[in-house]
């Protein structure tokens, strides 16, 4: 048996680009510019590049760069207060967080059970005479974007935002997520696939008006040294997580084959009856950020695994629903989400995963019996 298996292993991912990252700090140590430096616009114009779009702009971390997208809307008159947004019911709290923020309406819409991703066949109906935004979220590295949602957007006129903070590199028919809609968010928290050391965010568009309100708004509202258009925030991505964000950033496609190749042999040889594999869309395109299994005795298979030496994770344990935060709709009944939160359990997944700690996790799941 090999010894404790984490569920990510960050320092050994780290590890691997050592020297390169050393070599990108040391230089940000030697300029004596830690904030709004050159590391920013390269690492703005490299990300812009990677994801296909006209700009980039960088930001503290995911959750604030959803927020921006949504307070430009706002400060650009596009948006107002009390608008409604349609979101995924199982997404991490932050998208919906971004929404509430900036005094918006989340509409919790159900997702499907075999991919995780939002229900595209729910979308109409939840459209309303106050919808102006659908908040796509590509949940666990897959992609949610269908060419239905985008027809359901432009019928009724609604922003597509994407949520991409689990999904640097996913694509869908060659381009993309963060460049499908409107604006993207995308997170930098380390564990993510593309992770800094610390936190981090990013938005990504081709609207250049969006764009330069998001880089105000980031910047204490700022258009101009002392002069604030708009009552901003202090949420700027700083010099460092840049310069690491840089060298990461070209070994992220590498790095994704080496998720892909855990998922592969994860779907070839987990057979156990009593676990539910993810349905993946397009093996190429999903870069597997988190591989969800779902189980009806999901805590049992947690501790058994966890007797085995092999730590798992739960994305997420209670859905926002019925989270304290939103009191309001603790009542609200959404089935399917609920039942994912009940059931899915994450298996260790990363470029740092051996092909034995693969092998013995599969076998391992094989033989749990409840
Ligand atoms: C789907 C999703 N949206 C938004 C965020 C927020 O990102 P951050 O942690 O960088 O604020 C996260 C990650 O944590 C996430 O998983």
Request: charged fraction near 25%.
């Amino acid at each position: 048996m090999p010894q404790l298996i984490d569920f990510l292993n960050l320092k050994k991912i780290t590890e691997k680009y050592s020297s390169e990252i050393n070599d990108a700090v040391n230089r940000v140590v030697r300029s004596g510019r830690y904030l709004q430096g050159c590391e920013n616009e390269i690492f703005e114009s490299n990300y812009a590049d990677y994801i296909g779009t006209k700009y980039a702009v960088g930001c503290a971390n995911g959750l604030d760069a959803l927020i921006w997208i949504f307070r430009a809307y706002i400060e650009l008159g596009l948006m107002h207060r009390g608008d409604e947004v349609i979101v995924p019911a199982n997404t991490f709290i932050a998208s919906i967080l971004a929404i509430t923020e900036n005094e918006l309406v989340p509409i919790l819409v159900e997702p499907d059970i075999n991919t995780y991703q939002i229900d595209g066949n729910l979308i109409e109906d939840a459209v309303t005479s106050k919808t102006r935004a659908v908040l796509l979220v590509h949940l666990y590295g897959q992609c949610a974007y269908t060419e239905k949602i985008e027809n359901v957007c432009r019928k009724y006129d609604l922003k597509m935002v994407e949520d991409n903070a689990q999904a640097h590199g996913c694509k869908h028919r060659g381009r993309k997520t963060g460049s499908l809609g409107d604006a993207a968010a995308h997170s930098f928290y380390p564990g993510k696939n593309l992770g800094a050391l610390g936190d981090g965010g990013i938005i990504t568009t081709d609207d250049e008006k969006l764009a330069s309100v998001m880089r105000a708004l980031s910047n204490y509202g700022s258009t101009e040294k002392y002069i604030f258009k708009y009552r901003g925030r202090n949420s700027r991505l700083d010099e460092i997580q840049a310069a690491v964000l840089n060298v990461k950033l070209a070994h992220l496609d590498e790095d994704v084959k080496l998720r892909e190749k855990v998922a592969k042999a994860y779907i070839q040889g987990i057979t156990n009856p009593l676990i539910s594999l993810p349905q993946v869309m397009n093996w190429k395109e999903h870069v597997f950020h988190i591989f969800p299994v779902r189980c009806s005795q999901r805590e049992r298979l947690k501790d058994f695994l966890a007797e085995k030496g092999i730590q798992t994770l739960i994305h997420y344990p209670i859905p926002p629903h019925k989270q304290e935060c939103y009191k309001e709709w603790n009542n609200l009944q959404l089935p399917v989400t609920e039942k994912i939160h009940d059931e899915e359990l994450s298996l260790p997944i990363s470029p740092a995963l051996t092909e034995d700690e693969t092998t013995y996790i599969i076998g391992q799941i094989n033989k749990f019996r409840p």
